[in-house]
Each structure stands twice: as C-alpha cells, then as structure tokens.
C-alpha cells in the first residue's frame, strides 16, 4: 500500500470545496485546479510562472513543458519535479533545477462512490493498480504491461462507509465514557470542597473548645491546689499519715500472707510424721523386747491422747479475709481518705468555696498568702510540686489534649484535601475520577501495571519481586506523529497528554527509572504497549476515554479526523 496522508488530506478537500464536470477538464486535474484549465483559449500559461505560455494542445502529451510540471497533471512526465529529486537544471522553476515542489499535488481519481484522491504522478502508469487511492483504476490508463485496472471504488467505498461508521459510534461511546467520568469527578471535586467547608468549621468550633478547655483546666488545677489529704502521701502533714498508715497495713498483710504460707508447710510436715508414726505403731512387733521400741509408742500414743478434743485452730477463711486488697468492699477504702470529686473535704478545706461571689476578688489575694503559709507549714498540699494530679486536674488535662489532638488532626486533613483540591488533574479535572485505578497488561516474561496519579510497576512472572517504574509527577502534552491502525490501539498524529512517572527504583549502574504515559482515545483503559526506549527510561501506550474529545464540543479535532 502506497497511501499518502498528505494526498488523501488534500484530495478530501479538494473533493469537499469544488465539483467540476470531469468531461471538461484534462485528465488527472482535481476540482481546486479546475479554473486553470477551463478556458478554451488556445493557450495555456503555467499555474507557477504566468509568464510561461505554451499551446493547450501540450497540454497531457507526456513531456514537460512547464518548470512546474502543471502541463503534465494526468501522465508521469514530470515526476521528476520533487522537493527530494536530484538537483539538474530546469530553468524557469523557482529553484532553476528539479529540486523545487511541483504546482500540483499527484494525478486527481475522483473515485465516484468512494473519497477522490490524489496519487503521485510516480505511480502513474507503472503497471501497478493502486486501490489504496485510485479505487477506480483510471492511473493506469495507459495499460502498461497489459495492466488494466477495474473500477473497485463501489466494494471499497461500502466497506470504507461500514468501518467510518463504526469508528464514528466507537467515538460516541468514547465520548459517553469521557462525559461519565467528567459527572464522577464533578462529583467528587463538589464532596471535596464540601468536606473542606466541614473541616474549616470544625477547626473554628475546635479553636473555641480548646481556648474553654484550657480556661476550665487552669480553674481545675487552682482549685485543686487547695486539698488537704492528698494519695500517696503527697502533700500535707494528713497525707503524709495516711501514706504511712496505708504501707503498714500493706506490709502486715504481706506478712501475714507468707506466716500462712509457712504454716501450711509445717502443717503437710506433721501429717507426714503422723502417718508415719501410726503406721509404726500398728505394724511394730509387741512380742520383740526392745525398750526403746516400746518407749516410742507410748509417746506417740500420749501424744495422739492428748490432741484429742484440741482448740480449732482460726479459721482459714477469716484469715483470706484479712489478706483481700483494701477497697469499698472489704479492708479500709482508702479513697475515702483521699481526695475525691466534690466529697465533703474539698468543701471544708477549700476556703474560697466559703466566699460569695461579690467579695471573692477582694479577699482572694488575703487567701492565696494564708494558702502559701499553710503549704509551707504542710497544713496544704501542694499539688503541683508533687508531681501528682487528682483525678479532676487529669479529667481536665485528658479534655484539652484530645481538643488538641483533634485540632492538629483536623488541621492536617484540612492541608491535605486543599492540596489535592489544587492539584492539576488534566483537562476538566478529568482524572480526578480516575486516580487509584490500575490496568495492566503482559509482555514477556514480566506484567506492567499503569495506576492512574499514582505510580507504574513491572510485575515479574518468575517471581522475581516487583519493580516502581516511577511515581506519578505531572501532566504535559506533546505531539505524536504515528501511522493509525486499523483497530485504533495507536498514537495517531497530534498533540496528546502525556503523564510523568519519575523518580522510580534506581537501576543497576544506572539512573532511577522513569515512565512516559502516552494517552489517545479509547471507549475503555486499555494498555497498549510498553517499551524501553532508553536504559530506565520507559515509554506506555495507554487509551482511554479521558482522552477523548467530547463530540459535542465545537472547534474540537480528534486524531481519527482527516
């Protein structure tokens, strides 16, 4: 196939923009070029130097009169006019040789029933029938070499027409495909900036809880200051006593614990001694005169007389009793001693709960220096030199650092999503919907995975482990210049959005890997492709809907466009 898309390009507006009676024209003269040969003067001047005036008889009679070959435009006599031929002289052309660009693009088909193109003024009459771009065989009407071309161009034109039309429902479903992720990330933006609007309020509402907490913890804490038992023996001279008081009774528990243990050993020792002495007793032999023998058993048989109808000893649940831990329940409940929320001796020793409120301010310095005398004397506690917290001072505390908390935290998801709300997300945000996918595709030995706004990765298939080809960077956009494939899975030509993956896994020897995803139109992601086109540096072809062009936006060109 010897298909030109400069010519095709070309013929198609050719075809779009003049009808000329093909009758009247010479041969191979396409509609746009009609008006030079329309006239019937007996002349003809040449389309690229005016000044060149030969007889219209020369006109197609296979030598090439004009420097710009328009007396040839149905035979092959001035093929040899080409940007790319061999410089020779050729005066009169804009170049004085043959390396100039002839007046007329290639010898017009008008392919009636199909699309008219232009072909090459090379491929005329060469003996080869080129359907490709002259359906109805009239480039070879010279038949070369007994080459007669028919005229396909009805067959072509129908297969041409079914796949145009479905590429063109192809497209449709493609833009359909685009506009529901344009819906998905609209939608997504819109609950972005709602929860950016949430998150703004609460760290409002967070500012004010916090400034209230920490107004009730330093309340807490100075009246807190005022206790006069204090746990632990922390504190006043009180809590000293019931510290000291509360490690005796702890002691004397453990104490007692381990005489009971010790008991319970002697205990298992003497049941042994008496089994073994009853036993002598009943097995020993009366008849055999040993006095020593004899002396045994009646000590034993005194002893076992005189334990008979001893004292019970305590008993053991009386003593387990007294070794249960001190509590509400059982033992002393210490904290009844100790400080407490709201009990009786925060308001007996708290002197400012006596104050109204009027008089409070005028009377609170007076109270605070008997405060500062009364801790000094270790009449007060002192609770801040202690290193201890009531349980009030550490309900306040625990309060103001979860507001805390929860501010820093909120703060920080407040960063992140206006971030991700700026973030470039191509045209229409459309990636937005797309971010977190993944496709993949196998080539070789190994499966290469695309996730969108997120990374690239070579998968091995041995087992090998996987490899980062690089993390998401950018979006650019640059131009492809590719031949269009029949199934569509290609490039095409004109500009297309590439994504930046770099600073992947660093290769052996050699740079950390990176990865250009190249994009075009697709009605689903699909992984075209993958190549290495240089050492760690990766090139996917990728399509997908998101870069297609909505068929509905005006002034828009798609690649599939002639």
Same mark, same amino acid.
């Given at each position: 196939m010897r298909q030109t898309d400069a010519l095709v390009l070309l013929s198609t507006l050719a075809h779009s923009s003049v009808v000329a009676s093909s009758q009247s024209l010479p041969r191979g003269v396409g509609p746009e070029f009609?008006?030079?040969?329309?006239?019937?003067?007996?002349?003809?001047?040449?389309?690229?130097?005016?000044?060149?005036?030969i007889k219209s008889s020369q006109i197609n009679d296979n030598s090439c009169d004009c420097p710009d070959g328009s007396d040839e435009p149905g035979t092959a006599a001035c093929a040899y006019i080409d940007p790319l031929s061999p410089e020779q002289p050729l005066p009169g052309s804009a170049t004085g040789t043959t390396n100039t660009t002839s007046a007329l693009p290639g010898f017009w088909c008008a392919n009636e029933g199909h699309i008219g193109s232009y072909v090459p003024f090379m491929y005329v009459n060469d003996g080869v029938c080129d359907y490709d771009l002259c359906c109805d065989g009239s480039e070879e009407f010279a038949h070369i070499g007994g080459v007669k071309c028919e005229n396909r161009c009805k067959a072509i034109g129908k297969e041409y027409r079914r796949i145009e039309e479905e590429r063109q429902k192809s497209k449709e479903r493609s833009a359909e495909s685009r506009r529901a992720l344009l819906r998905d990330s609209a939608?997504?933006?819109?609950?972005?900036?709602?929860?950016?609007?949430?998150?703004?309020?609460?760290?409002?509402?967070?500012?004010?809880?916090?400034?209230?907490?920490?107004?009730?913890?330093?309340?807490?804490?100075?009246?807190?200051r005022g206790k006069v038992v204090k746990d632990e023996g922390q504190g006043g001279k009180l809590g000293v006593l019931l510290s000291q008081a509360k490690a005796r009774v702890k002691e004397l528990r453990d104490t007692l614990d381990k005489v009971l243990d010790q008991r319970d050993d002697l205990q298992d020792r003497v049941d042994k001694l008496e089994d073994i002495l009853s036993k002598f007793k009943e097995e020993y032999n009366p008849n055999f005169n040993d006095?020593?023998?004899?002396?045994?058993?009646?000590?034993?048989?005194?002893?076992?007389?005189?334990?008979?109808? %001893?004292?019970? =000893?305590?008993? @053991? /649940? &009386? +003593?387990?009793?007294? #070794? $249960?831990?001190?509590? *509400? !329940?059982?033992?002393?409940?210490?904290?009844?001693? %100790?400080?407490? =929320?709201?009990? @009786? /001796? &925060? +308001?007996?020793?708290? #002197? $400012?709960?006596?104050? *109204? !409120?009027?008089?409070?301010?005028?009377?609170?310095e007076k109270l605070n220096q008997a405060?500062?005398?009364? +801790?000094?004397?270790?009449?007060?506690?002192?609770?801040p030199k202690t290193g201890q917290e009531s349980l009030l001072v550490k309900a306040a505390r625990e309060a103001l650092d979860a507001a805390r908390n929860d501010f820093s935290s909120k703060t920080s998801q407040l960063e992140e999503q206006e971030k991700d709300l700026e973030k470039d997300y191509g045209p229409d945000d459309i990636f937005r919907a797309l971010k977190g996918r993944c496709i993949s595709s196998d080539v070789g030995e190994y499966e290469y995975e695309l996730c969108w706004i997120d990374r690239t990765m070579q998968k091995s298939k041995k087992g090998h482990g996987n490899t980062n080809m690089g993390n998401f960077v950018r979006i650019d956009r640059e131009y492809a210049d590719e031949e269009e494939r029949v199934d569509g899975k290609s490039l095409g030509k004109g500009e297309r959005i590439v994504l930046r993956y770099d600073n992947g896994q660093g290769c052996w020897n050699g740079p950390n890997r990176r990865t250009d995803v190249w994009l075009a139109c697709a009605e689903k992601d699909e992984l075209w492709k993958v190549s290495e086109s240089e050492k760690c540096v990766y090139r996917m072809e990728v399509g997908t809907p998101a870069a297609c062009e909505d068929l509905h936006e005006p002034g828009v060109r798609t690649k599939d466009e002639l």
């Open positions: 009609a008006k030079f040969y329309e006239s019937k003067a007996p002349t003809f001047k040449c389309i690229g130097n005016p000044s060149i005036v939608e997504l933006r819109r609950k972005l900036e709602s929860r950016i609007s949430e998150l703004r309020q609460e760290i409002n509402n967070l500012e004010v809880k916090k400034v209230d907490l920490q107004r009730r913890f330093e309340e807490v804490e100075r009246s807190e006095e020593g023998v004899k002396a045994a058993v009646k000590s034993w048989e005194d002893y076992s007389a005189s334990n008979t109808g %001893a004292k019970d =000893d305590i008993a @053991d /649940a &009386d +003593i387990m009793k007294v #070794l $249960e831990e001190d509590g *509400p !329940s059982s033992g002393v409940n210490w904290a009844e001693f %100790a400080e407490g =929320d709201g009990s @009786d /001796a &925060d +308001i007996v020793y708290n #002197l $400012e709960a006596y104050l *109204p !409120s009027f008089v409070r301010d005028f009377v609170h405060r500062v005398w009364m +801790i000094e004397n270790g009449i007060l506690a002192d609770n």
